[in-house]
């Protein structure tokens, strides 16, 4: 066989399959890239008990309403800054948010008061919307990943909250 010969044999047979190797094992993580931080748009966090979900804030409009130890129903505005919405949803990245079910645990009977967390990140073509119940009892990764998720959330409000307070 000439050196052509080889030169083309060993392109049919390597090159040629891993790039369509390639093409197929990048093809889906390619078509879930709407998910960019400069598209988005809004999010949208709420909790509570059951399906009571007191609690809630809202980026787009800045309300953000909880219901404290006594209580009582605090209503603000309270606005997340650029640096803000970038940890989010770099931590969303992190943690595989895009990646998660649209439920996470199931609705318990009407007789259990069980914690519910509704989080909605709306991009320019996309949405992400995941409902965690309290007493998801399968993967504990997942749970863990949705915990961290929930975590982060409620950090950068807080601060957020100082923020404005000052």
């Not at 609690?55 to 605090?74: F, W």
């Not at 990764?141 to 957020?160: C, S, W």
């Amino acid at each position: 066989m000439s050196s052509k010969g080889k030169k083309i044999f060993l392109a049919l047979t390597i090159i040629v399959p891993m790039i369509i190797y390639c093409y197929i094992y990048y093809k889906p993580i390619i078509q879930n890239a709407p998910f960019r931080k400069a598209d988005f748009v809004s999010m949208e966090y709420k909790w509570g008990l059951k399906d009571t979900l007191e609690n809630s804030y809202n980026s787009a409009t800045g309300e953000y309403q909880y219901v404290t130890s006594a209580d009582s129903t605090i209503r603000k505005k309270v606005f997340l800054k650029s640096d803000d919405i970038l940890y989010m949803h770099a931590k969303a990245n992190e943690i595989g948010l895009w990646n998660f079910p649209d439920t996470i645990g199931k609705k318990s009977p009407k007789s259990m008061a069980v914690p519910r967390y509704d989080m909605l990140f709306n991009y320019k073509k996309k949405s992400k919307h995941v409902i965690v119940y309290g007493d998801f009892d399968g993967n504990p990764k997942l749970l863990d990943a949705a915990v961290q998720m929930r975590k982060v959330i409620m950090e950068t409000l807080n601060q957020a909250e100082r923020r404005s307070g000052k």
